[in-house]
């Protein structure tokens, strides 16, 4: 059931082993066939409303736009090969908003066009094709890495990065602790409940950081020391003060807000006394498949209850239960 989930099946080749050699990193780098996205602060490169990309191959004996987009002062990320063409990503998040303007004009003045601009990637994976939103977040999720990374947390001193960025190096050589990309896992679960009579209820709740009545299923991340059905058990019970039981695995999705994986789980409810953790939820409340079908879209205008993006799990889950009970 993952095949279609946002963000999975990413569809190049990590060649983990050959990103260790730098002479074939550099080959990569400077092949005709490679291609290059573009990252600025959380905001992706669109040339006309399509994602740009750009190779030598393409734009060819273009001194100009060779030399604006081959900087050294851009941190360059090796994403992954499709069959032999390398992808790579450009973060340009250094430039301060003067020379990112700046930036742009140039590359409208070498592109002739002039609707090229950088765009919320998380408001724009509608404009990305299943492989495309694959590739550019886990992009984006080695970006906040490697921006998190830029010091040594052991020493404080400044670190190098290594490996076609995949791997980071303390610069004090009396140190040279090394980091390693992380993702954060979560649990993510709908919360099911069958009175003796009547429809099965699934408990949907709003949460303060998402406005205009959004209901989705209950998260949160995985503590140390915690398998992930006793996190889904605590989360649970200390977001709506209720006891699960049979917790069964629905599927995974990594989520490069900024560098998640969710885990989804259904899991059955004891009983439907909700006790609100208000600091984190704004209500919490019991919905049968049928009045879940009333909803409407997560971003549409209108007044009145919405289910979640539709490219998250929780909306994965929310549908494929309401599939079962009225199917
Ligand atoms: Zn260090």
């Keep these: 059931m993952n095949s ?3 963000f999975c099946n990413m569809p190049l080749d990590r060649a983990s082993h050959l990103r260790k050699n730098q002479q074939w990193l550099s080959d990569k780098i400077s092949a005709d066939s490679s291609c290059f996205y573009f990252f600025y602060q959380n905001k992706l490169l669109y040339l006309d409303k399509s994602l740009f990309s750009f190779s030598k191959a393409q734009y060819q004996g273009e001194a100009e736009l060779l030399s604006l987009i081959e900087r050294a002062e851009f941190n360059l990320i090796f994403l992954g090969l499709e069959q032999d063409k390398g992808h790579f990503v450009y973060d340009l998040s250094a430039l301060n908003d003067d020379e990112i303007n700046r930036w742009l004009a140039k590359l ?11 765009i919320d990637f998380r408001h724009s994976i509608s404009m990305l094709s299943q492989e495309q939103a694959a590739i550019l977040g886990y992009a984006k999720a080695l970006i906040h890495w490697q921006q998190s990374a830029v010091f040594c947390g052991t020493c404080g001193t400044e670190t190098q990065s290594l490996d076609g960025g995949h791997r980071r190096q303390c610069l004090n050589s009396e140190c040279q602790v090394e980091q390693f990309p ?51 058990h605590r989360e649970v019970l200390e ?27 259904f899991a059955q409810a004891t009983d439907m006394e909700i006790t609100l953790e208000e600091e984190e939820l704004r209500s919490a409340a019991w919905f049968t498949a049928e009045q879940l079908q009333n909803f409407g879209e997560w971003g549409d205008e209108t007044d009145g209850k919405k289910l979640p993006r539709k490219e998250s799990i929780s909306r994965r889950l929310i549908d494929t239960w309401c599939a079962k009970q009225l199917g």
Aim: hydrophobic letters at 40%; one cysteine or more.
């Design 182 to 232: 992380r993702t954060d896992p979560a649990v993510i679960m709908l919360v099911e409940y069958q009175p003796k009579h009547g429809p099965a209820l699934c408990l949907l709740a709003e949460h303060h950081r998402i406005s205009g009545q959004v209901y989705s299923t209950l998260a949160g991340f995985v503590d140390p020391g915690e398998s992930l059905v006793e996190a889904v």
């Design 4 to 6: 279609e989930l946002t």
């Design 239 to 265: 977001e709506v003060g209720i006891e699960t039981k049979q917790i069964t695995h629905f599927g995974s999705q990594p989520w490069p807000f900024p560098n998640s994986l969710m885990l989804g789980f």
């Design 108 to 118: 409208f003045h070498c592109l002739c066009c002039n609707d090229a601009k950088f």
